[in-house]
Nanobody
Framework: QVQLVESGGGLVQPGGSLSLSCAAS????????MSWYRQDPGEQRELVAT???????NYPGSEKGRFTISRDNAKNTVYLQMNNLKPGATTVYYC?????????????WGKGTLVTVSS
């Protein structure tokens, strides 16, 4: 199974930008649909963006238009470019990998990276 390590989190001012990375190892990265989730304190984890193994993207929430997900299969890495960040509590962003293997869904999570948007 693929192992995931997120990086790029930190403190950013409202309206600023931040780029997250998620490096994958131990699996065939190009076969996986990759997603970024966020989790605010006391809240459930929610989907921010997905990029499929074929390169199609989806942004189900309010981040559409401000965030961009991309992947580099040669580097086994998925990225999340976040622009015009809104102020709020510290949020944890998680990387998620998913693929079908023998009819069963195989999923993996990273440990997350913290993002704080504050002045």
């Amino acid at each position: 199974q693929v192992q995931l390590v997120e990086s790029g989190g930190g403190l950013v001012q409202p309206g600023g930008s931040l780029s997250l990375s998620c490096a994958a190892s131990g699996g065939i990265f190009s076969l996986y649909d990759m997603s970024w989730y966020r989790q605010d304190p006391g809240e459930q984890r929610e989907l921010v963006a997905t990029i499929t193994s074929g390169g199609s993207t989806n942004y189900p929430g309010s981040e559409k238009g401000r965030f961009t997900i991309s992947r580099d299969n040669a580097k086994n890495t998925v990225y999340l470019q976040m622009n015009n960040l809104k102020p709020g509590a510290t949020t944890v962003y998680y990387c998620h990998a998913c693929r079908l293997a023998s009819g069963a869904e195989v999923t993996n999570w990273g440990k997350g990276t913290l993002v704080t948007v504050s002045s």
